[in-house]
T-cell receptor, first 113, second 114 residues
Framework: GAVVSQHPSWVICKSGTSVKIECRSL??????MFWYRQFPKQSLMLMATSNEGSKATYEQGVEKDKFLINHASLTLSTLTVTSAHPEDSSFYIC??????????FGQGTRLTV | GNSVTQMEGPVTLSEEAFLTINCTYT??????LFWYVQYPGEGLQLLLKATKADDKGSNKGFEATYRKETTSFHLEKGSVQVSDSAVYFC?????????????FGKGTRLSVIA
């Protein structure tokens, strides 16, 4: 089946630094990828929809200048958490849907600030 | 808009017990329905799916039937194992649309004790 690879799986950074998370679709092209945030023991919260070659669409309440999304190719989307602070600590998950519209998820990235 | 409601956990069962996790949905049109499983510290894995009414998805002993009349997609397993301990998410998607995200329920945490 299709695979979505997310990297890194965990990262610890100092407050004020930026962290980049990569999401790759390994064997299919994904014109659209999705970024979710998951708080402990809670469901996934959609942050933004990443569109190849165009600007991402952010959900209400998500700061686009804080969470920069770039989807430069059909197989790669990146999420950069800029000037990270402890409240940004969370589990971030990316997802992509293939030609059959089936959704595949990355392994997740645990960010600790 | 579309929404998914699933039973709140946590659910704690003894090994070999019967499992049911309820899921109902609200949607326009004819969505596809999914169950995903998340093991600790990992992303989501597709457990099973159904794309039309009366379809039954099954995998690893888990089953769920797409019931249009009751707008439900309840997850069942006849005999759970300790290794089934995880969080289970019910989700739906618009048919054939790869540009929209899945809509998730809040998740149900299952703990199976030996």
């Amino acid at each position: 089946g299709a695979v979505v690879s997310q990297h890194p799986s965990w990262v610890i950074c100092k407050s004020g630094t930026s962290v980049k998370i990569e999401c790759r679709s390994l064997d299919f092209q994904a014109t659209t990828m999705f970024w979710y945030r998951q708080f402990p023991k809670q469901s996934l919260m959609l942050m933004a929809t990443s569109n190849e070659g165009s600007k991402a669409t952010y959900e209400q309440g998500v700061e686009k200048d804080k969470f920069l999304i770039n989807h430069a190719s059909l197989t790669l989307s990146t999420l950069t958490v800029t000037s990270a602070h402890p409240e940004d600590s969370s589990f971030y998950i990316c997802s992509a849907r293939d030609r059959r519209a089936e959704a595949f998820f990355g392994q997740g990235t645990r960010l600790t600030v | 808009g579309n929404s998914v409601t699933q039973m709140e956990g946590p659910v704690t069962l003894s090994e070999e017990a019967f499992l049911t996790i309820n899921c109902t949905y609200t949607a326009t049109g004819y969505p596809s329905l999914f169950w995903y499983v998340q093991y600790p510290g990992e992303g989501l894995q597709l457990l099973l799916k159904a794309t039309k009414a009366d379809d039954k998805g099954s995998n690893k002993g888990f089953e769920a039937t797409y019931r249009k009349e009751t707008t439900s997609f309840h997850l069942e397993k006849g005999s759970v194992q300790v290794s089934d301990s995880a969080v289970y998410f019910c989700a739906l998607s618009d048919q054939g649309s790869g540009n929209t995200p899945l809509v998730f329920g809040k998740g149900t945490r299952l703990s199976v004790i030996a």
